[in-house]
């Protein structure tokens, strides 16, 4: 399965730039789910749960997600938006502007152990679609 990773974290980017394809976003976790909203509008599809682990939007800044580019159909310009990944990415979107971000985390430490919690959620993410 041809799949690519959309992420802000760079661990992530440091572990699976060289293996896989990453595409960094250099912004907050929002900026991950609006540029995947905007991907799977165009086509892609959502392989990974964009609210995976118990840790909610507003006590992390850091999102990796896996997505799977879309097939061009019918010599349209874009194939058809798949409606469970719109559903969940719509429904995250929606939750993170729900919740009240506390404070902006700058502690580097804290920082890389949000980075080591996000990488850690995404290998098993990536165990499953290398499989």
């Known amino acids: ?5 959309l992420t802000n ?11 896989h394809e990453v595409e960094f976003i250099d912004g907050r976790l929002i900026d991950v789910l609006t540029e995947a909203r905007d991907k799977i509008s165009c ?10 682990g118990s840790v909610k939007p507003n006590e992390t ?9 879309g097939k061009k159909s019918g010599g349209s310009d874009f194939p058809p938006a798949d409606p469970e990944s719109v559903r969940l990415i719509g429904n995250a979107v929606s939750t993170f502007e ?13 920082l890389e152990d949000f980075q ?4 850690s959620l995404l290998r098993s993410a990536v165990e499953s679609a290398d499989r």
């Open 1 to 5: 399965m041809s799949y690519f990773i």
């Open 116 to 119: 080591v919690v996000d990488l």
């Open 43 to 52: 086509g892609d599809i959502l392989l990974s749960h964009p609210l995976y």
């Open 9 to 19: 974290n760079p661990l992530v980017k440091e572990e699976f730039g060289k293996s």
């Open 98 to 110: 729900k919740f009240i971000v506390k404070k902006e985390i700058t502690n580097p430490l804290l």
């Open 61 to 69: 800044p850091y999102r990796s997600l896996l997505l799977q580019r």
